[in-house]
């Protein structure tokens, strides 16, 4: 038994975009996003329902689905395979696009409803937080309250999860463990054998099942996205390669700089000695502090300290 990579263009919308089995997406969306008893999402409306592409369309490696709930909440929920640095920019434009995007013009504001995205990324969003999924508000800095609750975040990072089966903990876990291991698995897990949502998962991502168009599509993604990764991994090395040669480069400079300032500092320790024995041999012939350090170039305090010890501490001493 074959199953799809559900990371693929044609598996991640044919398993989550599909109007015949839109349980499945109500059932992610609750999982991912955990709303209270009373707020979970019942039925979706797909915005643009699975259909099966043609090869010149899959230009993009931006994988989303967009759906509305029967409260008019809507949902992005988009699958980004590439690492993008301005990935945090481009969700705030897709749910803020779709905020505005429901008002025509003469409508009023209150008709406005909820915006959630979410992002299942194959690449680490935060590395300073462990943990593989993250929910994002806007709130009040002082009182932590979500009065500005219209736009709301919610980021899967695929790298950052390593669960087995045994230890998943909860449908959360269950979703992300499909998403990231199902083309590695041969059959399908007891633990998923108990509900009939996973049950549906699993039967869409089996490609047997699938038309020849299809295959032939998803094929044609994992290519390219396997084309795209190799390439980026050979301008990563290329691009590591020339550090490694600028860095060995720089650091022939920074020798010779260096040589030349050890060189320097050398030099004037021996000045200095010198200085502090010819001021020592004054110091024997009762001239004055002054007289000495307007000969020697040192200070009073030097002079007063040959005086008092020998050449050696008083040298230490003004190091």
Same mark, same amino acid.
């Given at each position: ?109 209150n008709e406005l409803k909820k915006v959630h995205f979410i992002g299942i990324l194959d690449f680490v969003f935060n590395p300073e937080d462990s943990y593989y999924l993250s929910n994002h508000l806007i709130l009040n800095t002082r009182s932590q309250q979500n009065q500005l609750d219209d736009f709301a975040f919610c980021f899967i990072e695929l790298p950052k999860f390593n669960k087995t089966l045994e230890e998943i903990a909860d449908a959360a876990d269950q979703w992300i463990f499909f998403i990231k291991n199902a083309r590695r698995l041969e059959e399908i ?55 490694? @040669? ?14 030349? &300032? *050890?060189?320097?500092?050398? %030099? #004037? ?5 010198? @200085? ?14 002054? &007289? *000495?350090?307007?000969?020697? %170039? #040192? ?21």
């Open positions: 038994m074959k199953f799809a990579d559900p990371r693929n263009d044609i598996a991640f919308k044919k398993i989550f975009g599909n109007q015949q089995h839109k349980e499945v997406l109500i059932h992610f969306v609750n999982a991912a996003l955990d709303f209270p008893k009373g707020s979970k999402v019942a039925d979706v409306s797909f915005e643009t329902p699975y259909q099966i592409p043609k090869i010149e369309d899959l230009k993009e490696t931006i994988l989303d689905v967009q759906a509305t709930d029967e409260q008019g909440r809507q949902f992005i929920i988009e699958m980004q395979v590439q690492h993008d640095h301005y990935f945090h920019k481009r969700s705030l434009y897709y749910t803020a696009k779709s905020y505005v995007n429901q008002l025509d013009a003469g409508e009023q504001y897990p007891a633990l998923y054998q108990q509900e009939p949502v996973f049950r549906t998962a699993f039967s869409v991502a089996q490609q047997h099942s699938w038309s020849k168009h299809e295959r032939q599509l998803y094929d044609y993604v994992s290519l390219r996205l396997g084309r795209e990764r190799s390439q980026i991994q050979t301008a990563q090395e290329k691009g590591r390669q020339e550090g490694r @040669q600028e860095g060995r480069q720089e650091g022939e400079q920074i020798g010779l700089a260096r040589g030349e &300032q *050890i060189g320097l500092e050398k %030099g #004037l320790r021996q000045q200095h000695l010198t @200085q502090l024995r010819t001021a020592q041999e004054l110091l024997k012939m009762d001239l004055s502090n002054q &007289q *000495i350090a307007t000969a020697t %170039g #040192l200070t009073i305090a030097e002079i007063e300290n040959i005086a008092e010890h020998s050449i050696d501490e008083a040298n230490g001493q003004s190091k």
